[in-house]
DNA sequence: ATGTTC
């Protein structure tokens, strides 16, 4: 593999064989060492061999491998090019949203912890091929939430008005429509709404530790020693459902186009064709059922809170700071021209005044979440101007250091115990938690300080696990 | 990630 240096913590893989562009990949000394470790620098080769792929292929420094793209993957593709589901991945819109409140962390023993994250798991059903409890209002509204997105589930009682301001694309991707999505998708999308789901997906009890810019950590409405809130989940089985049925139509479909497909997860067909305009159209879906799935746990947990509290979320000034998506692909306006970029395992991070941020954030630039792994550190960042060589990209976590069969066989219940220290979590079964552990993946201090160190980044905050609420049986 | 091995 040739990796060629290109400044600070940045290397080219220059364009060969079937590559149309060059791909590069963020990582300095520390991390490079794992990037021979899997497949993810030939799948991001294998996506730069696609028709109408704009330079560069991007591999952010969390990058592993994942089905298709690798996860920590950037794709931008010209018009006339093509657009994948494996490079928007199984999770459509798997994302973050970063709550405040007036809180100090300090009032928060780990007996109320517990009781607080047992309230959260009364309201919030989690773990794999769970059903929501709201589906008397849920199935009604399904069709609103998946065109209209968070609006119609802030309609239907969840969260208050306002709060898609604080949310990537105001927590409606346009473009949405349900006919484009398999029956089945939405058989499982309708009575899952509502639900957290498994692997990495959390909901966490933090506390601000670390302020690294005074004046943008106000402006987000963050303070040390603040309680915050981070939920991660995405679209559960509506979009695996919808990933899976559109790999399989698109990789016919590529075929009768002539497109070669240099692996069968980058199934993909031209943005404009039918086939490729229903995926965009169902994906769109899946984003704007995440972004709502989202929404209600939000309303959920501070449901929970106000019944151990005694206090309203007005009184906790329980606020939404932002909502970001991690897999998604959107048109976008990069030098002047609009490109569909692909993010898989990638955070948008536009810097400050960037016309596309929200108008909440418009002087600033939108706060960009970074989840750690379960018992290490979240991150909430900033893009800068240098960004635009990232198309205004951050990471998305640690990223994997050992896949989740390795850290099964790997890993032991004593290990995970020690690497959680204090924080409170629900463990039930160690089985569904140990591939998990903050030990099966990469440290999150060096990825950031990664991009930190490139200057297309800036650190806003930093918070720390007091208590969290996986997906476990 | 996932009614996880359609």
């Keep these: 593999m040739e990796l060629v240096r290109d ?5 080219r893989i220059p364009r060969r064989g079937k590559m149309r562009v060059d791909a590069v990949i963020y ?4 991390l490079r060492r794992f990037l021979g470790e899997d497949k993810a620098l030939e799948q991001l080769m294998n996506a730069a061999c696609l028709p109408g792929v704009v330079e560069p292929v991007i591999g952010m420094p969390d990058i592993h491998e994942g089905f298709g793209l690798p996860i920590g993957g950037i794709m931008a593709v010209a018009p006339d090019g093509v657009i994948s589901a494996g490079a928007v991945g199984m999770d459509i819109n798997c994302g973050v949203r970063l709550i405040r409140t007036d809180l100090e962390a300090r009032h928060f023993n780990k007996s109320l912890l517990r009781r607080l994250i047992e309230r959260i798991e009364h309201y919030v059903p989690t773990g794999i091929g769970k059903k929501g409890k709201h589906q008397g209002i849920t199935r009604r509204i399904f069709e609103e939430v998946v065109h209209r997105g968070v609006t119609a589930v802030i309609e239907a009682g969840f969260g208050r008005p306002g709060d898609e301001e604080y949310i990537e694309e105001m927590g409606c991707l346009p473009g949405a429509d349900i006919s484009a999505c398999s029956r089945r998708a939405c058989e499982r999308g309708e009575v899952q709404l509502g639900t957290l789901g498994g692997g990495n997906h959390f909901i ?20 040390e020693g603040q309680l915050t809130i981070m939920i991660h989940t995405g679209s559960r089985g509506f979009g695996h459902q919808i990933c899976t049925d559109y790999t399989n139509k ?6 009768r186009y002539g497109i070669e497909l240099p692996d069968r997860g980058l199934a993909c067909a031209p943005i404009d064709s039918p086939e490729g305009k229903a995926y965009y159209q169902a994906m769109a879906c899946a984003v704007n059922y995440a972004f709502s799935n989202r929404q209600i746990i939000m309303a959920d947990v501070a449901r929970a809170f106000a019944d151990v509290l005694g206090q309203s979320p007005e009184e906790m000034g329980f606020q939404l700071v932002y909502d970001v998506a ?12 609009r490109l569909l970029v692909h993010r898989k395992g990638a955070t948008r991070a536009l810097c400050a005044g960037h016309p596309a941020n929200p108008p909440v954030y418009r002087r600033t630039g939108h706060p960009a979440l970074i989840p750690g792994s379960m018992g290490t550190s979240s991150y909430v960042l900033v893009g800068t101007e240098k960004a635009a060589e990232t198309f205004f990209s951050v990471n998305h976590g640690a990223g994997r250091l050992l896949s989740r069969t390795a850290a099964e066989k790997k890993i032991t219940k004593e290990e995970f115990e020690r690497a959680m220290g204090d924080v409170v979590y629900n463990v039930r079964s160690y089985k569904d938690l140990l591939d998990e552990s903050p030990t099966a ?4 201090e060096q990825v950031i300080q990664t991009l930190v160190d490139r200057g297309i980044t800036r650190k806003v905050a930093r918070m720390c696990p007091l208590a969290v609420v996986k997906g476990v049986d």
């Design 7 to 11: 400044g600070l913590n940045r290397y």
């Design 27 to 30: 990582v300095n000394d520390y």
């Design 204 to 223: 966490e009890i933090q506390r601000v530790t670390d302020i690294f810019d005074e004046e943008l950590a106000r402006s987000f409405g963050l303070f």
């Design 250 to 255: 698109l990789a016919a479909a590529a075929k």
């Design 326 to 337: 991690h897999n998604i692909a959107k048109w976008e306006e990069h030098g002047g021209r």
């Design 441 to 444: 993946y990469k440290d999150i």
